[in-house]
């Protein structure tokens, strides 16, 4: 079934009016709006999803990483079924925690043990907290543009514009919440990601107050541009130097390499924190990491450091979830679609080469990040896009959808096992095409 988008007569449509009278701006989650309203999803099955109208289109961003399987693998359904066949939860642990505790302490060699949560936000204020709890200390170090979840510390400048940045060597502090506390960007020290002297002259200036440096090896919104080998070391060399708690946030970049991203830049982190493709499809998140640090939670012998509760954390129906996801996730099916990964952006630079458009494709491994400009991408203010860029990765998005291709509405694709060698070859036809499109209809801009 083919559709046009927009279109105030669909399905998908008449919701989004309906849901904007419940929820407040129509939704429940800002990267899954779009203007003027989204397309409402149905079903999914391996690579494909059915929205509110019928119309079946090629899934390429997979719930922003997290179905590393695509959609309603059977090995993961029937491990949710079973599960809650015996229960969906409990006041009780179970086994089930220890399973992929196992499984991932196995595979991460930094993660001697670890706790979970329920989402990769609520991983990095966990991870925070016991950095905080170690060390004695309040501040916290994080890297211009990167996205560590929506706690307030590492929302500091997230999305920081040319008007406010300030000096390349010495980011402002800008806030992304209005109403946020200053006293809460007081504690943090914003970095210039990839940029060694510099970050090394900050970290150096506040190291007797930093508690945590917080960084992501493939940052997705700094897009997909990935950490330097030389950087890391530089931040490990700091951090141990100084008795600062080096944390990897790896919510979204482990499933780049099979041991996690920070096998790519030989760097032993320590604390890390999980999300998204660990939990099956299902609400996930988890630090492990060193077990001095993270034994601050630890309750066996009185009242811990500190608090770590939570109705939900490792909840059964999960822990079995993402057992089976990652029991699926071999060193081969890494392999394959950090291929396909590299595959795609060889496509997709072609098609912008055919199509006579400026862009390219980056990332690492399954993640792919498209971007409507020809620089050399190092940090955050060289992917900053200009409103022009802005404008046309919004135009291309939109084509795609029209052409059967769910992308991210900044540019992502993450790669799953369920997507094919043929559907990455015809999404890069259709950008391909949607770019002809663009310059037919806009050819100055």
Not at 309 to 316: E, M
């Amino acid at each position: 079934m083919a559709m046009t988008y927009p279109d105030q007569e669909s399905r998908s449509a008449a919701l989004y009016r309906r849901a904007s009278e419940v929820l407040a701006g129509g939704s429940t989650r800002h990267t899954t709006f779009y203007s003027p309203y989204p397309v409402y999803a149905v079903s999914g099955r391996g690579s494909r999803v059915v929205d509110a109208d019928g119309v079946e289109r090629v899934d390429c961003l997979n719930n922003y990483m997290t179905l590393i399987h695509g959609h309603a693998h059977p090995e993961v359904v029937e491990a949710i079924v079973d599960q809650v066949r015996r229960g969906s939860c409990f006041a009780m642990p179970t086994e089930r925690e220890i399973e992929l505790a196992e499984l991932i302490s196995e595979r991460v060699e930094s993660v001697e043990t670890m706790r979970f949560c329920n989402s990769g936000s609520e991983s990095v204020l966990i991870a925070i907290k016991a950095a905080r709890a170690h060390t004695g200390r309040s501040m916290v170090a994080k890297c211009e543009g990167a996205y560590h979840g929506c706690y307030d510390p590492v929302e500091v400048s997230l999305s920081a514009s040319p008007e406010s940045w300030g000096d390349p060597d010495e980011p402002a502090k800008v806030p992304y919440t209005v109403g946020l506390p200053e006293r809460v960007m007081e504690d943090v020290v914003v970095l210039p990601f990839n940029e060694i002297e510099a970050s090394r002259r900050l970290l150096e200036r506040h190291a007797g107050r930093l508690a945590a440096i917080v960084v992501d090896p493939v940052p997705t919104r700094v897009g997909c541009v990935p950490m330097r080998k030389e950087y890391a070391e530089m931040l490990r060399e700091v951090a141990t130097r100084h008795g600062i708690v080096l944390i990897f946030d790896e919510v979204a970049s482990f499933r780049v390499r099979y041991r996690g991203a920070q096998t790519m830049v030989g760097v032993t982190p320590d604390l890390t924190t999980f999300g998204k493709v660990i939990g099956g499809g299902l609400p996930v998140g988890a630090v492990g990491g060193r077990r001095d640090i993270m034994s601050v939670f630890d309750a066996s012998k009185g009242k811990p450091k500190a608090a770590h509760g939570g109705t939900f954390n490792a909840n059964p129906a999960t822990m079995a979830a993402g057992a089976a996801a990652m029991r699926l996730l071999t060193g081969d099916a890494v392999d394959a679609i950090n291929a396909r990964g590299d595959r795609a952006r060889e496509r997709i630079d072609a098609a912008f080469e055919a199509a006579g458009v400026a862009g390219q494709a980056i990332g690492v491994g399954s993640l792919v990040m498209v971007h409507f400009n020809r620089r050399t991408l190092r940090n955050y203010r060289d992917v900053c896009p200009d409103a022009n860029e802005s404008r046309r990765i919004a135009t291309l998005h939109r084509a795609l959808l029209n052409r059967g291709f769910i992308l991210g509405a900044g540019g992502l694709a993450a790669i799953s096992t369920a997507n094919t060698d043929q559907e990455i070859d015809d999404l890069a036809d259709a950008i391909e095409d949607s770019l002809r499109e663009m310059r037919l209809n806009d050819p100055g801009g």
